[in-house]
């Protein structure tokens, strides 16, 4: 084998390997976590998000007012271009239910709201995703 397959196969088993671990790992944990727990440390950070596929994945958010924002650093948020759709959040043990999109059009914006969301992160990577959630 080449040097260029060889690194090619590691890569692919890195990724891989990250993808299962998040899947069938952390993201359990995670989930049970803010579920049993909406005063713990994990609910303070981590909301469980639903998407208009009913598809629940845990995100980190912030929240401001009657919007809520999160990144998205996996290709989940493609059901979310355009229009978006309606879906749920449960954040510290209250479901809330509102309008799901990720703002592509708004760099600006994203910056503004990545910089407070996650300060530590490269602000080139992961898109925006705004809920604005229902009265």
């Known amino acids: 084998?080449?040097?260029?397959?060889?690194?090619?196969?590691?890569?692919?088993?890195?990724v891989a390997g990250t993808w299962a671990s998040f899947r069938y790992w952390i993201n359990p944990g995670v989930v049970h976590e803010i579920r049993t727990n909406p005063n713990g440390e994990q609910a303070r950070k981590v909301m469980?998000?639903?998407l208009p596929s009913g598809k629940a994945i845990p995100v980190n958010y912030l929240r401001e007012?009657?919007?809520?924002?999160?990144?998205?650093?996996?290709?989940?948020?493609?059901?979310?271009?355009?229009?978006?759709?309606r879906g749920s959040v449960l954040i510290r043990g209250q479901t809330y239910h509102g309008h799901i999109r990720a703002v592509l059009d708004d760099p600006q914006r994203r910056e503004e709201v990545f910089?407070?969301?996650?300060?530590?992160a490269p602000l080139f990577f992961g898109t925006m995703i705004e809920i604005r959630l229902e009265r």
Do not use: H, N, Q
């Open 1 to 14: 084998m080449t040097r260029v397959t060889i690194v090619a196969v590691c890569l692919a088993t890195l």
């Open 48 to 50: 469980l998000l639903t």
């Open 65 to 85: 007012g009657a919007t809520v924002y999160a990144a998205a650093d996996f290709p989940w948020w493609r059901e979310l271009e355009g229009d978006g759709g």
């Open 115 to 120: 910089a407070k969301l996650r300060p530590s």
